[in-house]
Nanobody
Framework: QVQLVESGGGLVQAGGSLRLSCAAS????????MGWFLQAPGKERECVAT???????WYTDSAKGRFTISRDNAKNMVSLQMNSLKPEDTAVYYC????????????????WGQGTQVTVSS
C-alpha cells in the first residue's frame, strides 16, 4: 500500500500555471505506475496523465501540450506541471498509484491521495 499526499492546488487566472506535487510513502515507489486524475463538479473522475514504472508517459487530449507529468523515484515524488490553464481545468485533482496502465490510462487504482482543489478563473 502506498500513502499519497498532494499539495500545490489553488486559485489561478486563466493562462496561468500551477504545479501539483504528490509525496508517496513506501519502498516500492519505483515499481509502481502513477497517475493524476481530475474530478470536476458533477462529473466522473478521469485520468489526466500517467507515468509508468518503466518511464512511459501518457496524457489525455485536453492535457497534451499544456501539462507535464514527472516523477522522482529517489524522492518518492510525482508532479504535474500545468500551464496555460483554462476555466474548464477547474476540478479536484487526485494523485493515484498502482494498477495497470491500459491504453495510457491508470486502471484499477490501488491508492488515492486526498485530492487538491484547482480553480481557474476567467
Amino acid at each position: 500500500q502506498v500513502q499519497l499526499v498532494e499539495s500545490g492546488g489553488g486559485l489561478v487566472q486563466a493562462g496561468g500555471s500551477l504545479r501539483l506535487s504528490c509525496a508517496a510513502s513506501g519502498s516500492t515507489f519505483s515499481s509502481v505506475n502513477m497517475g493524476w486524475f481530475l474530478q470536476a463538479p458533477g462529473k466522473e473522475r478521469e485520468c489526466v496523465a500517467t507515468f509508468s514504472w518503466s518511464g512511459a508517459t501518457w496524457y489525455t487530449d485536453s492535457a497534451k501540450g499544456r501539462f507535464t507529468i514527472s516523477r522522482d523515484n529517489a524522492k518518492n515524488m510525482v508532479s504535474l506541471q500545468m500551464n496555460s490553464l483554462k476555466p474548464e481545468d477547474t476540478a479536484v485533482y487526485y494523485c493515484a498509484a498502482g494498477g495497470p496502465i491500459i491504453r495510457g490510462v491508470l486502471s484499477a487504482v490501488k491508492d488515492w491521495g486526498q485530492g487538491t482543489q484547482v480553480t481557474v478563473s476567467s
